[in-house]
C-alpha cells in the first residue's frame, strides 16, 4: 500500500501567485480530508470529502481557496491568490469510512514569499 | 474558543520509564478520541484511540485511559523507548460529524537513552 501521497514536497513562490497542491487517497478509502498546521493555529481541519463530495468546508479561511475532488484518486487544494500567511504545511489524510483512523500524507510545506 | 487542549508543550522521561502524555477537552458532545504521533518531516500517524463508551484502551506499550467527568484523557506508553520520541496529537470528534476531528496542539515526547 503506497499510502497517502502528496505532491508537491516543498512549494516556494511569490505572493499573489496561484498554487496547487496535490493529493493522491489510498485505494479505496472513502474519506479525504484537507489540514493546515501552523504554529499559530496548529493542526486545523480546512474541508473534508466523502465519495468526492465535500461535506464540511467550514474549515475553510477564505474564498482565496478552494478544494475539488474531481474522482476516488485525486483531489486539489487551490490558493489564488497567495498570500504570506498562507505559510504552513498542508497535511491531506484519507480513510475508510468516517470512523476509521486518518491515514496522512507527509504533507507540503507552503511559503509564499 | 481551541476545544482539545494539550497543556504541555514537551516531555522528557529516561528510557525505560513510564511516559504520560495529557489532554483535555471542553465539547461534551465528543465522544471518540484518538492520539497520533508525527515525526519531523512526516504526517501523523494512527496510534491508539478510545471511545466514550469505555474508559481504557489498551495496544501493546500503549494505553489511553479516559475519564469523561473530567473531560481528561491520559496516554501511557510503558516501557518508553528512545523511538518514541515525537510529537504526540489528541484528537476528539462526535458522532454526528465523526469526519471532523479536532487536534490538539501537541506534547513533544523525548526519550532518552
Known amino acids: 500500500d503506497a499510502g497517502v501521497i502528496q505532491s508537491p514536497r516543498h512549494e516556494v513562490t511569490e505572493m499573489g501567485q496561484e498554487v496547487t497542491l496535490r493529493c493522491k487517497p489510498i485505494s479505496g478509502h472513502d474519506y479525504l480530508f484537507w489540514y493546515r498546521q501552523t504554529m499559530m493555529r496548529g493542526l486545523e481541519l480546512l474541508i473534508y470529502?466523502?465519495?468526492?463530495?465535500?461535506?464540511?468546508d467550514s474549515g475553510m479561511p477564505e474564498d482565496r481557496f478552494s478544494a475539488k475532488m474531481p474522482n476516488a484518486s485525486f483531489s486539489t487544494l487551490k490558493i489564488q491568490p497567495s498570500e504570506p500567511r498562507d505559510s504552513a504545511v498542508y497535511f491531506c489524510?484519507?480513510?475508510?469510512?468516517?470512523?476509521?483512523?486518518?491515514?496522512f500524507g507527509d504533507g507540503t510545506r507552503l511559503s509564499i514569499l | 474558543d481551541q476545544q482539545v487542549k494539550q497543556n504541555s508543550p514537551s516531555l522528557s522521561v529516561q528510557e525505560g520509564r513510564i511516559s504520560i502524555l495529557n489532554c483535555d477537552y471542553t465539547n461534551s458532545m465528543f465522544d471518540y478520541f484518538l492520539w497520533y504521533k508525527k515525526y519531523p518531516a512526516e504526517g501523523p500517524t494512527f496510534l491508539i484511540s478510545?471511545?466514550?463508551?469505555?474508559d481504557k484502551n489498551e495496544d501493546g506499550r500503549f494505553t489511553v485511559f479516559l475519564n469523561k467527568s473530567a473531560k481528561h484523557l491520559s496516554l501511557h506508553i510503558v516501557p518508553s523507548q528512545p523511538g518514541d520520541s515525537a510529537v504526540y496529537f489528541c484528537a476528539a470528534s462526535t458522532n454526528t460529524n465523526a469526519g471532523k476531528s479536532t487536534f490538539g496542539d501537541g506534547t513533544t515526547l523525548t526519550v532518552k537513552p
Open positions: 470529502f466523502n465519495n468526492n463530495v465535500p461535506i464540511d
Open positions: 478510545i471511545s466514550s463508551i469505555k
Open positions: 489524510a484519507s480513510s475508510l469510512t468516517r470512523d476509521q483512523p486518518q491515514h
